[in-house]
Protein backbone atom coordinates (compact mmCIF):
# COMPACT_ATOMS: atom_id res chain seq x y z
CA UNK A 1 0.00 0.00 0.00
CA UNK A 2 0.96 3.43 -0.83
CA UNK A 3 0.48 4.95 3.06
CA UNK A 4 1.40 8.43 1.36
CA UNK A 5 -1.62 8.27 -0.90
CA UNK A 6 -3.94 7.13 1.72
CA UNK A 7 -2.84 10.06 4.20
CA UNK A 8 -3.23 12.62 1.37
CA UNK A 9 -6.86 10.60 0.42
CA UNK A 10 -8.00 10.68 4.54
CA UNK A 11 -7.25 13.96 5.13
CA UNK A 12 -8.70 15.38 1.82
CA UNK A 13 -11.61 13.18 2.41
CA UNK A 14 -12.25 14.08 6.34
CA UNK A 15 -12.04 17.95 4.86
CA UNK A 16 -14.68 17.42 2.24
CA UNK A 17 -16.65 15.68 4.99
CA UNK A 18 -16.56 18.18 7.76
CA UNK A 19 -16.72 20.96 5.93
CA UNK A 20 -17.10 24.09 8.60
CA UNK A 21 -18.56 22.17 11.22
CA UNK A 22 -16.46 21.36 14.32
CA UNK A 23 -15.28 17.74 14.87
CA UNK A 24 -14.61 15.71 17.80
CA UNK A 25 -11.92 13.17 18.97
CA UNK A 26 -11.15 11.03 22.04
CA UNK A 27 -7.29 10.61 22.59
CA UNK A 28 -6.10 7.72 24.59
CA UNK A 29 -2.36 7.69 23.27
CA UNK A 30 -2.33 4.51 21.21
CA UNK A 31 -1.44 4.16 17.68
CA UNK A 32 -4.98 4.11 16.49
CA UNK A 33 -6.38 7.20 18.39
CA UNK A 34 -2.97 9.29 18.04
CA UNK A 35 -2.65 8.92 13.85
CA UNK A 36 -6.82 9.76 13.47
CA UNK A 37 -5.89 12.89 15.73
CA UNK A 38 -2.82 13.79 13.51
CA UNK A 39 -5.00 13.43 10.27
CA UNK A 40 -7.58 14.87 11.68
CA UNK A 41 -5.85 18.25 12.51
CA UNK A 42 -3.96 18.31 9.49
CA UNK A 43 -7.07 18.35 7.81
CA UNK A 44 -8.91 20.42 10.07
CA UNK A 45 -6.82 22.60 12.47
CA UNK A 46 -9.06 23.97 14.92
CA UNK A 47 -12.08 22.83 13.87
CA UNK A 48 -11.07 19.58 15.60
CA UNK A 49 -11.64 19.61 19.42
CA UNK A 50 -9.23 16.56 21.24
CA UNK A 51 -10.11 15.52 24.34
CA UNK A 52 -8.56 12.84 26.52
CA UNK A 53 -11.20 11.05 29.03
CA UNK A 54 -9.93 10.10 32.31
CA UNK A 55 -12.08 7.50 32.71
CA UNK A 56 -10.03 6.10 35.79
CA UNK A 57 -8.86 3.14 34.11
CA UNK A 58 -6.18 4.43 32.29
CA UNK A 59 -2.50 3.52 32.79
CA UNK A 60 -0.33 5.53 35.49
CA UNK A 61 0.55 8.78 35.07
CA UNK A 62 -1.12 7.87 31.12
CA UNK A 63 -3.64 11.01 31.23
CA UNK A 64 -1.20 13.97 31.54
CA UNK A 65 1.87 12.04 29.78
CA UNK A 66 -0.16 12.21 26.86
CA UNK A 67 -1.53 16.03 26.75
CA UNK A 68 1.80 17.16 27.66
CA UNK A 69 2.98 14.93 24.38
CA UNK A 70 0.80 16.02 21.84
CA UNK A 71 1.03 19.58 23.27
CA UNK A 72 4.73 19.34 22.01
CA UNK A 73 3.47 18.53 18.39
CA UNK A 74 1.69 21.74 18.76
CA UNK A 75 -1.88 19.67 19.07
CA UNK A 76 -4.04 20.96 21.94
CA UNK A 77 -5.93 17.89 24.23
CA UNK A 78 -8.33 18.90 26.99
CA UNK A 79 -8.26 16.69 29.59
CA UNK A 80 -11.74 15.78 30.90
CA UNK A 81 -12.11 14.04 34.50
CA UNK A 82 -14.67 11.59 34.16
CA UNK A 83 -13.37 9.37 36.85
CA UNK A 84 -16.37 8.78 38.96
CA UNK A 85 -18.39 8.52 35.98
CA UNK A 86 -17.27 5.27 34.71
CA UNK A 87 -16.79 3.84 38.21
CA UNK A 88 -20.55 4.51 39.13
CA UNK A 89 -21.36 2.97 35.63
CA UNK A 90 -18.95 -0.17 36.55
CA UNK A 91 -20.19 -0.50 40.14
CA UNK A 92 -21.45 -4.43 40.58
CA UNK A 93 -20.72 -5.45 37.04
CA UNK A 94 -18.87 -8.80 36.66
CA UNK A 95 -20.23 -10.08 32.75
CA UNK A 96 -17.72 -9.29 30.10
CA UNK A 97 -19.86 -7.57 27.78
CA UNK A 98 -21.99 -5.92 30.54
CA UNK A 99 -18.81 -4.14 31.42
CA UNK A 100 -17.92 -3.30 28.20
CA UNK A 101 -21.12 -1.90 27.18
CA UNK A 102 -21.01 0.18 30.31
CA UNK A 103 -18.04 2.01 29.07
CA UNK A 104 -19.16 2.34 26.01
CA UNK A 105 -22.61 4.16 26.70
CA UNK A 106 -21.19 5.83 29.56
CA UNK A 107 -18.06 7.32 26.83
CA UNK A 108 -20.60 8.26 24.15
CA UNK A 109 -23.77 8.91 26.00
CA UNK A 110 -22.89 10.49 28.65
CA UNK A 111 -19.31 11.82 28.66
CA UNK A 112 -18.94 12.59 24.92
CA UNK A 113 -22.42 13.40 24.84
CA UNK A 114 -21.65 16.37 26.93
CA UNK A 115 -18.68 17.48 24.66
CA UNK A 116 -20.67 17.26 21.95
CA UNK A 117 -23.56 19.90 23.36
CA UNK A 118 -20.52 21.97 24.99
CA UNK A 119 -18.60 22.10 21.69
CA UNK A 120 -21.39 21.97 19.08
CA UNK A 121 -19.31 18.71 17.05
CA UNK A 122 -21.77 17.13 14.60
CA UNK A 123 -18.71 14.60 13.63
CA UNK A 124 -17.14 12.36 15.86
CA UNK A 125 -13.47 10.45 14.69
CA UNK A 126 -13.08 7.20 15.97
CA UNK A 127 -9.49 4.59 15.85
CA UNK A 128 -11.52 1.75 14.56
CA UNK A 129 -9.49 -0.42 12.51
CA UNK A 130 -10.61 -3.27 10.04
CA UNK A 131 -10.05 -6.30 13.16
CA UNK A 132 -12.54 -4.38 15.48
CA UNK A 133 -15.17 -4.68 12.99
CA UNK A 134 -14.23 -8.55 12.08
CA UNK A 135 -14.58 -8.84 16.04
CA UNK A 136 -17.79 -7.71 16.81
CA UNK A 137 -19.41 -8.37 14.12
CA UNK A 138 -18.10 -11.95 14.63
CA UNK A 139 -19.59 -12.30 17.85
CA UNK A 140 -16.30 -12.59 19.53
CA UNK A 141 -16.11 -9.29 21.69
CA UNK A 142 -17.91 -6.16 21.60
CA UNK A 143 -15.23 -3.50 20.80
CA UNK A 144 -16.04 -0.20 22.44
CA UNK A 145 -15.97 1.59 19.21
CA UNK A 146 -18.09 -0.27 16.69
CA UNK A 147 -21.40 1.75 16.56
CA UNK A 148 -23.07 1.40 13.10
CA UNK A 149 -21.57 -1.92 12.26
CA UNK A 150 -23.86 -3.70 15.17
CA UNK A 151 -26.44 -1.38 13.68
CA UNK A 152 -25.89 1.74 16.10
CA UNK A 153 -27.63 5.09 14.52
CA UNK A 154 -24.86 6.72 16.13
CA UNK A 155 -26.96 10.46 15.13
CA UNK A 156 -30.07 9.17 16.17
CA UNK A 157 -28.23 7.57 19.52
CA UNK A 158 -25.95 10.24 20.49
CA UNK A 159 -26.52 13.37 18.67
CA UNK A 160 -23.66 12.68 16.09
CA UNK A 161 -22.28 10.78 13.01
CA UNK A 162 -18.97 9.08 12.95
CA UNK A 163 -15.92 9.02 10.83
CA UNK A 164 -13.87 6.08 11.02
CA UNK A 165 -10.25 7.07 8.28
CA UNK A 166 -8.59 4.34 9.45
CA UNK A 167 -11.68 1.31 9.16
CA UNK A 168 -9.91 -0.33 5.87
CA UNK A 169 -6.27 -1.06 8.02
CA UNK A 170 -5.01 -3.95 10.18
CA UNK A 171 -2.68 -2.58 13.14
CA UNK A 172 0.18 -3.36 11.08
CA UNK A 173 -0.85 -0.77 8.64
CA UNK A 174 -1.79 2.04 11.24
CA UNK A 175 1.92 1.18 12.77
CA UNK A 176 3.52 2.41 9.58
CA UNK A 177 1.03 5.43 8.67
CA UNK A 178 2.09 6.57 11.91
CA UNK A 179 6.10 6.64 10.77
CA UNK A 180 5.33 8.40 7.70
CA UNK A 181 3.64 10.54 9.65
CA UNK A 182 6.39 10.98 11.61
CA UNK A 183 5.15 10.85 15.07
CA UNK A 184 7.35 9.33 18.18
CA UNK A 185 8.53 5.75 18.56
CA UNK A 186 6.54 5.81 22.03
CA UNK A 187 3.21 6.12 19.56
CA UNK A 188 4.60 4.04 16.88
CA UNK A 189 5.78 0.87 18.26
CA UNK A 190 3.76 1.10 21.30
CA UNK A 191 1.98 -1.95 22.13
CA UNK A 192 -2.12 -2.52 22.04
CA UNK A 193 -3.88 -1.59 24.46
CA UNK A 194 -7.73 -1.93 24.58
CA UNK A 195 -10.44 0.67 24.42
CA UNK A 196 -12.07 -0.22 27.73
CA UNK A 197 -8.54 0.21 29.05
CA UNK A 198 -8.03 -1.48 32.47
CA UNK A 199 -11.48 -2.70 32.69
CA UNK A 200 -10.34 -5.47 30.40
CA UNK A 201 -8.00 -6.26 32.50
CA UNK A 202 -9.79 -7.30 35.43
CA UNK A 203 -12.14 -10.37 35.74
CA UNK A 204 -14.64 -9.77 37.46
CA UNK A 205 -15.71 -6.24 39.24
CA UNK A 206 -14.40 -2.91 38.44
CA UNK A 207 -13.20 -1.16 41.91
CA UNK A 208 -10.76 1.35 42.78
CA UNK A 209 -8.88 -0.76 44.65
CA UNK A 210 -8.56 -3.83 42.08
CA UNK A 211 -7.56 -1.22 39.32
CA UNK A 212 -5.01 -0.29 41.57
CA UNK A 213 -3.83 -3.54 41.53
CA UNK A 214 -3.85 -4.35 38.48
CA UNK A 215 -2.43 -0.77 37.26
CA UNK A 216 0.54 -1.40 39.38
CA UNK A 217 0.95 -5.28 37.65
CA UNK A 218 1.00 -3.87 34.34
CA UNK A 219 3.64 -1.01 34.56
CA UNK A 220 5.98 -3.71 36.13
CA UNK A 221 4.89 -5.90 33.03
CA UNK A 222 5.53 -2.91 30.82
CA UNK A 223 8.44 -2.39 31.87
CA UNK A 224 10.42 -5.86 32.17
CA UNK A 225 8.90 -6.44 28.70
CA UNK A 226 9.57 -3.44 27.02
CA UNK A 227 12.37 -4.60 25.14
CA UNK A 228 10.78 -8.01 24.57
CA UNK A 229 10.29 -7.40 21.13
CA UNK A 230 6.53 -8.94 21.43
CA UNK A 231 3.71 -7.59 19.63
CA UNK A 232 1.84 -7.22 22.85
CA UNK A 233 2.28 -7.80 26.63
CA UNK A 234 -0.44 -7.66 29.81
CA UNK A 235 -1.31 -8.08 33.08
CA UNK A 236 -4.90 -9.68 34.42
CA UNK A 237 -6.60 -9.78 37.67
CA UNK A 238 -8.49 -12.43 38.16
CA UNK A 239 -11.35 -12.86 40.05
CA UNK A 240 -10.33 -15.71 41.75
CA UNK A 241 -7.94 -15.43 45.14
CA UNK A 242 -5.28 -17.88 46.33
CA UNK A 243 -4.10 -19.04 49.70
CA UNK A 244 -0.45 -17.53 50.41
CA UNK A 245 2.20 -16.98 53.04
CA UNK A 246 2.99 -13.33 54.17
CA UNK A 247 4.87 -12.55 56.88
CA UNK A 248 5.10 -15.96 58.34
CA UNK A 249 0.88 -15.62 58.23
CA UNK A 250 -1.80 -17.32 56.09
CA UNK A 251 -2.98 -14.90 53.33
CA UNK A 252 -5.68 -15.43 50.91
CA UNK A 253 -4.81 -13.24 48.25
CA UNK A 254 -5.44 -11.69 44.55
CA UNK A 255 -4.31 -13.85 41.58
CA UNK A 256 -2.20 -11.88 38.03
CA UNK A 257 -1.83 -13.55 35.40
CA UNK A 258 1.23 -12.28 32.76
CA UNK A 259 0.40 -12.61 29.10
CA UNK A 260 2.96 -11.66 26.45
CA UNK A 261 2.49 -12.72 22.79
CA UNK A 262 3.38 -12.78 19.02
CA UNK A 263 1.27 -11.48 16.12
CA UNK A 264 1.06 -8.96 13.00
CA UNK A 265 -2.20 -8.00 13.59
CA UNK A 266 -3.73 -9.45 16.54
CA UNK A 267 -5.87 -11.79 14.15
CA UNK A 268 -4.16 -14.37 15.53
CA UNK A 269 -1.05 -14.78 18.38
CA UNK A 270 1.39 -17.45 19.44
CA UNK A 271 2.91 -17.16 23.01
CA UNK A 272 6.29 -15.94 23.56
CA UNK A 273 8.90 -18.20 25.08
CA UNK A 274 10.05 -15.89 27.89
CA UNK A 275 13.49 -16.55 29.59
CA UNK A 276 12.54 -18.45 32.75
CA UNK A 277 14.91 -15.15 34.21
CA UNK A 278 12.63 -13.02 32.86
CA UNK A 279 9.64 -15.19 34.04
CA UNK A 280 10.59 -15.20 37.57
CA UNK A 281 11.66 -11.33 37.90
CA UNK A 282 8.23 -10.77 37.07
CA UNK A 283 7.13 -13.46 39.40
CA UNK A 284 8.99 -11.70 42.37
CA UNK A 285 8.49 -8.48 41.80
CA UNK A 286 4.29 -8.98 40.96
CA UNK A 287 4.01 -11.08 43.70
CA UNK A 288 5.42 -7.77 45.86
CA UNK A 289 2.13 -5.89 45.03
CA UNK A 290 0.09 -5.25 47.71
CA UNK A 291 -2.27 -8.23 48.86
CA UNK A 292 -1.24 -10.32 45.10
CA UNK A 293 0.47 -13.88 45.91
CA UNK A 294 0.33 -15.78 43.06
CA UNK A 295 1.38 -15.05 39.61
CA UNK A 296 1.03 -17.17 36.33
CA UNK A 297 2.03 -17.33 32.81
CA UNK A 298 -0.40 -17.59 30.17
CA UNK A 299 0.43 -20.12 27.48
CA UNK A 300 -2.81 -19.88 25.78
CA UNK A 301 -2.34 -19.14 21.87
CA UNK A 302 -5.37 -17.10 19.42
CA UNK A 303 -6.96 -19.04 18.86
CA UNK A 304 -8.53 -21.08 21.25
CA UNK A 305 -8.41 -17.42 23.65
CA UNK A 306 -8.77 -13.89 22.75
CA UNK A 307 -5.77 -11.47 23.86
CA UNK A 308 -7.89 -9.75 26.24
CA UNK A 309 -9.56 -11.79 28.70
CA UNK A 310 -12.75 -9.02 29.02
Known amino acids: MDYKAFIEEQVNELKETVGDATAINALSGGVDSSVVTVLAHRALGRQLKTYFIDSALMRQGEPQRVV ?6 GIPVGLVDAKAEFLAALKGLTDPEEKRHAVTDTFYARVFGRLVKETDATFLLHGTILTDIEETVAGIKRQHNILEQLGIDPKEAYGYAVLEPLKTL ?26 PALAARIVGEVTEERLKTVRSATAIVEEELGNSGAFQYLAVLLNDKATGIRDGKRQFGEIVVVRCIESTDARTATVTELPWTKLHRLCERITQIDGVNRCLYDLTPKPPATVEYI
Not at 68 to 73: E, G, L, V, Y
Not at 170 to 191: F, H, Q, S, Y
Open 68 to 73: DMFAKM
Open 170 to 195: RKDGVREVARVLNLPPDITERIPFPG
